[in-house]
């Protein structure tokens, strides 16, 4: 593994894509589509990513067979890695079972730092974040955008979701091609420079598993949270079925994530720089995050922590403000869910304020999603074991 930390091979991975997904995209270009068939032509860049929405519609399971009129190089993305996640593919179904049973254990708080922490380091990569400001969805739809993301990681951290009677493959595989939509329109507009890699390259894709797993990891060790390493390494091992589902190059992806923390250093080193689009995503999520939870109580809270997390440099990059000192914010915050907070150290005061604003916030969520009709759906189990309130109640009491 020690070559993947040297420059020369992350240039490489930055200039590496998904042929499989590309190709799919490509006959999915070439298909006419509903208004092109009046028109005489091949299906534009808009067309085109709709023609794929409603072929996804048809891919549900993971083993349902896959439609027989799909265009064949899509049949074959499809029918690709058809046995990730289970032992019939050489995978440790034990293993994934507990890097699942590990979400749920830490999944609450999980979930907080994916907004906190994951998707704000993801935003100071500078050459990579301007893939999500040139689609502009992220900074348009942040909510559905992150809807979609949220959906994707619960459901393959699903204990089930990997095994032929689930759905997370094929909500993956869909993942996967579309982002080789998206980096076929970039591509087609003639707005790309070179000098940022290809647009979703593969350098850029293993920072994204990096920010769902060491970053995660990492979140727990600086938030002082008991976790068990070798139920961490499940966790990694777990995405790393993910990974291969989403068309990653396995060569290059470490193996562990004693390996990958390096490599999550090395690539942050490479990237991470303050940018007007990391900037402007990074208040729109701080702003989603004000929308969904209800009153004022949060809103130091949630820069506070998110400079804790993520470190001031960074921080500063992102332009979080600084709201003072964190052991100060809380205590003001801890005031109102009576914490007795002028007793408790920064590290309880965390702890406790954590707790409430990951519940605030998946309350929050699921009441929104409930009222956009966006599918987000959390399995019962985790609901129960969280004991996060259903939408239903959510809404009555509100």
Known sequence: MQDLLSDVQLDLLRQQMD???DAAVQAIYQQPGPVAKGQGHH???HQMLAQV???????????????????EPVRALFQAD???GTAAGGWDEARLRRGAHFFERHGLTIATLLHLMSLPQTYAAAAGVKVLAFTSRME?????RILETGQMVFQVMDAKQLLDHGSGRRTVQKVRLLHAAVRRLILDSGQWNPEWGQPVNQEDLLGTLMSFTVTI???????QLPYD???AEDYYYRFLAVAQLLGLHMEHVPKTLAEARPVAYAIARRHFRASPEGQRLTAALREMMQHLIPGTVFDDVVPALMRKLLGEEVADMLAIPSPGPLHHVLREAGHFFRLGSLFLSERDLVHRMLDKLAMSMLSGVLLVARGEQAGYELPEHLMI?????SPHAVAKKG
């Open 82 to 84: 058809a046995h990730v």
């Open 140 to 144: 348009q739809q942040t909510l559905r």
């Open 53 to 71: 929405n409603a072929l996804l519609a048809k891919l549900q399971r993971n083993d349902a067979e896959v439609p027989a009129e799909l265009p």
């Open 229 to 231: 390493e070798s139920e």
């Open 217 to 223: 990891v990492e979140g727990l060790r600086i938030l």
């Open 385 to 389: 074991s969280w004991g996060v309130p």
């Open 19 to 21: 042929p499989l997904a």
């Open 43 to 45: 299906a534009t860049g």
